[in-house]
């Protein structure tokens, strides 16, 4: 049992927030229908980058509360992306969206790119879902690789509106920023 408490400890270390505060690395994604999305297009707003797999159970329920984060915080300039690491997941994103309800966007990029995106050793194993808050001004405020530590859709949502929340702050400006530094 001791041996088990050591395991689960190791993987909840993994998994917990991470605060970041550092301009979000370019992120270049191959979104659904082909084109090319890359995350400095959003800048000024709030972004959500999640990066799942259609198989993972936990991202499977976590849809849920993305989904809801979108309708509650969308209206209000919030952006959300989902991305997978394998190519050949992409064909599985209408079955996702209809078993699911997911409605946000969704794309791929390549694995090394989630290692980079997350400043990762490509020694570490990468964890899914793990997620991204970007603010207004294009900085990662946290991090979540391996998922939130909660339970249940609604500790989850509740999780996830806090962060957002965080992100959805209006934009410095430069006059408010200079009036501060004299």
Same mark, same amino acid.
Request: aromatic share 6%; with cysteine; hydrophobic share 40%.
């Given at each position: 049992? !001791?041996? &088990?408490?050591? &395991?689960?400890?190791?993987?909840?270390?993994?998994?917990?927030?991470?605060?970041? +505060?550092?301009?979000?690395?370019?992120?270049?994604?191959?979104?659904? +229908?082909?084109?090319?999305?890359?995350?400095?297009?959003?800048?000024?707003?709030? %972004?959500?980058?999640?990066?799942?797999?259609? !198989?993972? /159970?936990?991202?499977?329920?976590?849809?849920?509360?993305?989904?809801?984060?979108?309708? +509650?915080?969308?209206?209000?300039?919030?952006?959300?992306?989902? %991305? %997978?690491? =394998?190519? !050949?997941?992409? #064909?599985?994103?209408?079955?996702?969206?209809?078993?699911?309800?997911?409605?946000?966007?969704?794309? @791929?990029?390549?694995? =090394? =790119? @989630?290692y980079r995106f997350f400043g990762l050793s490509m020694m570490k194993p990468f964890y899914v879902p793990s997620m991204a808050f970007i603010d207004r001004n294009g900085v990662m405020t946290e991090r979540f690789v391996g998922g939130m530590q909660t339970t249940g859709r609604e500790a989850e949502y509740a999780?996830?509106?806090?962060? %957002?929340?965080?992100?959805?702050? /209006?934009?410095?400006?430069?006059? #408010? !920023?200079?009036?501060?530094?004299?």
């Open positions: 049992m !001791t041996r &088990i408490a050591a &395991i689960l400890l190791a993987v909840l270390a993994t998994v917990q927030a991470e605060p970041v +505060n550092a301009p979000a690395p370019e992120l270049v994604v191959k979104m659904e +229908n082909g084109q090319i999305w890359k995350l400095s297009q959003l800048k000024g707003k709030p %972004v959500l980058v999640e990066f799942f797999s259609p !198989t993972c /159970p936990h991202c499977q329920e976590s849809a849920a509360s993305l989904e809801k984060i979108l309708r +509650n915080y969308g209206p209000k300039g919030l952006e959300i992306v989902s %991305v %997978v690491t =394998d190519e !050949t997941f992409r #064909a599985q994103f209408p079955e996702f969206r209809r078993k699911y309800g997911a409605t946000y966007k969704m794309g @791929s990029v390549p694995r =090394d =790119d @989630s999780a996830l509106a806090r962060s %957002v929340e965080a992100i959805m702050k /209006p934009a410095a400006t430069k006059t #408010a !920023t200079a009036g501060k530094k004299k």
